[in-house]
């Protein structure tokens, strides 16, 4: 163990609110940032410990990245640490998207402010794109793999299938083909290198011991459980009693609540299943304002999962019974968060104590390369979704003999959208351009393309 002081809570909290404020890029680089941070510099765990905590939360449905940070938070101080790492990671984001969520629905249909978001569009696309490629060639290990993808691919393109069916098919399969010992199922997924200096245990402030408090203790992770499930859900049957189904907030506490069970995968799987459901069956934002809400989670700090929080202020902007627009719009965005959210704590603090005993389990890691291989689909789903809808102005479904397929109408393509993206893509394959500089770039571009007449 090294040599010097164990942080106090204070002064964890302070470092906790640094990662918070500079948690941009996604769940890659956020997951980077707290190594960099939490290993190389504070020396707090060790390059063992740290991968440790990240294949159990790769394990949990949720934004693994915020996960991680409510584990390493819970294992330096306990419970309180776990929910201040936690808060803090989020709370940058919350304050970012809402206000950027009035300023959109307060000034989204003027000129400058739409162009903005024109360009935007462009760029979220290439990075959905990238996405789909740098997990693919991470996950598409065999062609048991691709088959999975394939398959999930169009079951959920081509008939509509799930998200959550989707999930647990592909679980599923990969849990008892490694039960059968079929060979494409016995190397797991995991985790390879994370950061550039690699720091043993043994040279941390945590050593090779695990502390006291996280020796199993039934009692414990049974009680604090229990707190964070009436939380959860408390509010949900709540709202179903007092509002009925056919309320917008007991729609949106129903469905972020099932989603925060079922979002295996990261970020743009979830995105995946909230298109489906929110814009298709519940209707509360059309096409292009999923990707506008994309635009605002990738350039602000948190996890890009926070999306989900423009969605929910939207539903209940437009559909907020008798109270003002942005009242409801409020509302709704932190109604949005808290049942994304508030499960995350219940996984860490429920699983943590018993963490040593799914480490080396092979059939639990099968499961989870299928599912990753299965989200491979799902993400090249909401690639070709979102391009539809940001090239054509117009888009017809062909449906018969179950089929649900979205076609474009070819002669609605938007020529200046469709050379933006064009663009994107190449900044971002040809010229490995970040996604902070593609989205501001994009962004000019959508801004000088308006000034110009020209979008």
Request: proline share 4%; aromatic share 12%.
């Given at each position: 163990?090294?040599?010097?002081?164990?942080?106090?809570?204070?002064?964890?909290?302070?470092?906790?609110?640094?990662?918070?404020?500079?948690?941009?890029?996604?769940?890659?680089?956020?997951?980077?940032?707290m190594?960099?941070?939490?290993?190389?510099e504070?020396?707090?765990?060790?390059?063992k410990?740290?991968?440790?905590a990240?294949?159990?939360?790769?394990?949990?449905?949720?934004?693994?990245?915020?996960?991680?940070?409510?584990?390493?938070?819970?294992?330096?101080?306990?419970?309180?640490?776990?929910?201040?790492?936690?808060?803090l990671?989020?709370?940058?984001g919350v304050?970012?998207?809402?206000?950027?969520?009035?300023?959109?629905?307060?000034?989204?249909?003027?000129?400058?402010?739409?162009?903005?978001?024109?360009?935007?569009?462009a760029?979220?696309?290439?990075?959905?794109?990238?996405a789909?490629?740098?997990?693919?060639?991470?996950?598409?290990?065999?062609?048991?793999?691709?088959?999975?993808?394939?398959?999930?691919?169009?079951?959920?393109?081509?008939?509509?299938?799930?998200?959550?069916?989707?999930?647990?098919?592909?679980?599923?399969?990969?849990?008892?083909?490694?039960?059968?010992?079929?060979?494409?199922?016995?190397?797991g997924?995991?985790?390879?290198?994370?950061g550039?200096?690699?720091?043993?245990?043994?040279?941390?402030?945590?050593?090779?011991?695990?502390?006291?408090?996280?020796?199993?203790?039934?009692?414990?992770?049974?009680?604090i459980?229990?707190?964070?499930?009436?939380?959860w859900?408390?509010?949900?049957?709540?709202?179903?009693?007092v509002?009925?189904?056919?309320?917008?907030?007991?729609?949106?506490?129903?469905?972020f609540?099932?989603?925060?069970?079922?979002?295996?995968?990261?970020?743009?799987?979830?995105?995946?299943?909230?298109?489906?459901?929110?814009?298709?069956?519940?209707?509360?934002?059309?096409?292009?304002?999923?990707?506008?809400?994309?635009?605002?989670?990738?350039?602000?700090?948190?996890?890009?999962?926070?999306?989900?929080?423009?969605?929910?202020?939207?539903?209940?902007?437009?559909?907020?019974?008798?109270?003002?627009?942005?009242v409801?719009?409020?509302?709704?965005?932190?109604?949005?968060?808290?049942?994304?959210?508030?499960?995350?704590?219940?996984?860490?603090?429920?699983?943590?104590?018993?963490?040593?005993?799914?480490?080396?389990?092979?059939?639990?890691?099968?499961?989870?390369?299928?599912?990753?291989?299965a989200?491979?689909g799902?993400?090249?789903n909401?690639?070709?979704?979102?391009?539809?809808?940001?090239?054509?102005?117009?888009?017809?479904?062909?449906?018969s003999?179950?089929?649900?397929?979205?076609v474009?109408?070819?002669s609605?393509?938007?020529?200046?959208a469709?050379?933006l993206?064009l663009?994107?893509?190449v900044?971002?394959?040809?010229f490995?351009?970040?996604?902070?500089?593609?989205?501001?770039?994009?962004?000019?571009?959508?801004?000088?393309?308006?000034?110009?007449?020209?979008?």
């Amino acid at each position: 163990m090294q040599d010097r002081a164990y942080p106090t809570l204070a002064e964890a909290t302070r470092i906790w609110a640094r990662i918070g404020l500079l948690s941009f890029g996604g769940p890659a680089g956020q997951i980077a940032l707290m190594h960099r941070i939490l290993v190389e510099e504070q020396r707090w765990l060790g390059e063992k410990r740290f991968l440790h905590a990240l294949n159990y939360c790769m394990l949990l449905p949720g934004p693994e990245a915020m996960q991680l940070a409510v584990y390493i938070g819970w294992l330096m101080h306990r419970t309180l640490g776990g929910i201040i790492a936690g808060a803090l990671f989020v709370l940058p984001g919350v304050v970012a998207i809402m206000a950027l969520s009035w300023v959109y629905a307060l000034y989204g249909n003027v000129g400058p402010i739409e162009a903005l978001f024109f360009g935007l569009k462009a760029a979220v696309l290439a990075i959905v794109v990238q996405a789909v490629i740098r997990i693919g060639s991470r996950a598409l290990k065999n062609n048991a793999m691709i088959a999975i993808a394939a398959a999930s691919f169009i079951a959920i393109f081509g008939f509509a299938v799930p998200f959550p069916l989707i999930i647990l098919a592909a679980g599923l399969i990969g849990y008892f083909g490694a039960r059968a010992g079929v060979p494409a199922f016995q190397n797991g997924g995991g985790h390879g290198k994370v950061g550039t200096v690699q720091v043993d245990d043994s040279d941390t402030l945590l050593g090779e011991e695990s502390p006291d408090h996280t020796q199993v203790n039934r009692g414990w992770a049974f009680r604090i459980s229990a707190v964070f499930l009436v939380l959860w859900l408390a509010p949900v049957a709540l709202l179903f009693a007092v509002f009925g189904p056919a309320n917008v907030f007991a729609q949106i506490a129903g469905f972020f609540s099932v989603m925060a069970v079922v979002t295996f995968g990261g970020a743009y799987a979830v995105l995946a299943y909230v298109a489906q459901e929110a814009v298709q069956n519940f209707g509360w934002l059309a096409p292009g304002e999923m990707l506008d809400g994309l635009g605002m989670a990738e350039t602000t700090p948190g996890p890009l999962i926070m999306v989900t929080q423009f969605v929910g202020f939207m539903g209940a902007f437009r559909d907020g019974g008798g109270l003002s627009p942005l009242v409801a719009g409020t509302l709704g965005g932190l109604l949005t968060t808290w049942m994304t959210f508030t499960p995350c704590f219940l996984w860490i603090f429920l699983g943590a104590p018993f963490i040593e005993r799914l480490r080396d389990n092979k059939v639990l890691s099968a499961a989870l390369t299928a599912i990753t291989a299965a989200v491979v689909g799902v993400i090249l789903n909401l690639a070709v979704w979102f391009g539809l809808h940001v090239v054509f102005e117009e888009v017809q479904t062909i449906a018969s003999f179950g089929l649900d397929l979205d076609v474009p109408v070819w002669s609605s393509i938007n020529l200046a959208a469709a050379a933006l993206v064009l663009a994107a893509l190449v900044a971002v394959f040809r010229f490995k351009l970040g996604p902070v500089t593609v989205l501001a770039g994009c962004a000019i571009a959508g801004l000088t393309l308006h000034f110009a007449g020209m979008a």
